[in-house]
């Protein structure tokens, strides 16, 4: 039975050995639909065929060329095989350097006395399946990386019990103004305010619950190192980091935005007075007005004349006109397109 | 006894309005007018202004030196103030004046300005007033 997987392989057999060969390619046909084998006898050659676009899926790999042998041999091999498996086929002899060249990078070692077309099959298909597995992990670790250094908020680790920076992305370093090394070299001391620092140290005393992550939120002051201080929004979860009790925290600098919201406490303050000015001042004069128009019924010439009556409702108008302005020059005083 | 309207306003138009007001409602055909706070609590001080009548004051609250609620707390002082009654007269009325007012015994109501005739026949109709008339 063949593999759906294992067809139209790519395969590279580097060996100097002509039998050795034949019988390699006969027991591949014989268990792999379509098989591209391409063949090197010595170091050079595969070198080129490595380097060609023609790359091979898999490669197999005999210990001993008439160009380059042994651990060196293994090295560059592995080095120009990149992602594509690498096989040794090995004899009794060097047996035990088979082992070792796994260490090298080399992804399996076959012995060449013990080869059957079920042996390599089984080889080919576990070790293709096991480096695409890896690749997946080292994709998966850069992504997750990049998720942490290419964030666009500041974000470090810091040791729990030391407090100093384990690890810090890009954001921190331009926003707080140090470098990767100097962060590395500080403790959370060197940017939190005086106040910040007493209250973090009794924070960290508490005991932990065990089994339950702690997370940590709240507006603290930090200080840049150009000695300005600013206001972040930190949130914080306990993580296990190269071992160690440490918390990954993100600091969202929002000293804008507190100050915006000063801005507009102050403009309500305003506000608020002019709305009571509004109500009393304002209705005083309007209030007369009232009073002497409803009166023209009733008051006698010889307490005001008509032409008296009129001037005081004039005047009354007058002044009401001029606390109106006065409240529309309080209100110009209001910047109320704050620039943000 | 008799019924005595003090009208205390610092606003010289608004006291010619209500003085006449006052007549052709037939409160009082000679009510007194005062300035301010500081004439009104001299006018209070006086026994032969309070002794033998009711006094009904008509009082501004906004005045300067000593403002309407100033005098309230000063009226306090007063011997014989179960005869002094007091109606506040306010320009526009908001919550936190409607409460302090009420925490003065001699207060028996509040107007918001303007004073008008329908208004202070309400007045004659109130239970202190009632008996005059």
Redesign the interface.
């Known amino acids: 039975m063949t593999s759906h997987k294992l067809t139209n392989l790519k395969i590279l057999v580097i060996e100097d050995n002509p039998g050795d060969v034949v019988l390699i390619e006969e027991y591949l046909a014989e268990r792999i639909e379509l098989p591209k084998i391409s063949h090197a006898t010595d170091f050079a050659t595969a070198r080129a065929h490595l380097n060609s676009p023609d790359f091979p899926d898999i490669i197999f790999l005999d210990l001993t060329l008439p160009d380059k042998s042994g651990r060196e041999l293994i090295a560059a091999v592995v080095e120009y095989a990149k992602d594509a498996p690498v096989i040794v086929l090995t004899g009794y002899s060097d047996l035990s350097f088979g082992v070792e060249s796994m260490a090298l990078g080399v992804s399996d070692y076959l012995l060449k006395d013990e080869l059957t077309p079920n042996v390599l099959y089984k080889s080919m298909a576990y070790n293709l399946e096991r480096k695409k597995s890896s690749r997946a992990l080292v994709e998966s670790e850069k992504r997750y990386n990049e998720l942490f250094h290419l964030s666009p908020l500041p974000m470090w680790v810091y040791d729990v019990e030391t407090l100093y920076f384990l690890d810090v992305n890009n954001a921190a370093i331009e926003h707080y103004g140090y470098t990767r090394m100097e962060f590395l070299g500080m403790t959370l001391r060197n940017i939190r305010d005086k106040d910040g620092i007493e209250e973090l140290e009794v924070a960290l005393k508490l005991p932990r619950l065990t089994g339950k992550t702690m997370q940590f939120k709240g507006v603290l002051r930090h200080k840049k190192k150009n000695g300005e201080l600013i206001y972040v929004d930190v949130r914080a979860n306990e993580i296990t980091f190269q071992g160690r009790r440490a918390e990954v925290v993100l600091c969202n600098d929002i000293t804008e935005r507190l100050q915006y919201i000063e801005a507009i406490e102050a403009q309500n303050a305003k506000l608020r007075e002019i709305a009571w000015i509004q109500?009393?001042?304002v209705?005083?004069p309007l209030?007369?007005m009232?009073?002497?128009i409803?009166?023209k019924d009733?008051?006698?010439d010889s307490?005001?004349t008509q032409e008296e009556l009129f001037n005081?409702i004039m005047n009354?108008a007058y002044e009401l006109d001029k606390i109106i302005r006065e409240i529309t020059s309080k209100t110009d005083q209001i910047d109320l397109s704050l620039k943000r | 006894m008799s019924l005595k309207v003090v009208i205390v306003d610092d606003d010289p138009v608004i006291r010619i309005l209500h003085k006449t007001l006052v007549q052709k409602s037939d409160l009082d055909q000679t009510p007194t007018l005062l300035e301010n706070g500081r004439e009104a609590w001299h006018f209070l001080k006086d026994e032969d202004n309070i002794k033998g009548q009711k006094l009904l004051l008509l009082l501004d609250l906004q005045m300067p030196e000593i403002n309407g609620f100033e005098l309230l707390d000063l009226m306090k002082n007063l011997p014989n103030q179960t005869n002094v009654f007091v109606i506040m007269l306010l320009s526009s009325v908001s919550r936190a004046d409607e409460i302090k007012a009420s925490k003065y015994t001699s207060v028996i109501g509040y107007i918001e300005k303007p004073l008008n005739l329908q208004t202070l026949e309400q007045v004659k109709t109130l239970e202190k007033i009632r008996q005059h008339f």
Request: aromatic share 0%; net charge neutral; charged share 20%.
């Open positions: 109500s009393h001042v209705r005083a209030a007369r009232m009073a002497l409803n009166a009733v008051i006698e307490e005001m005081h009354s």
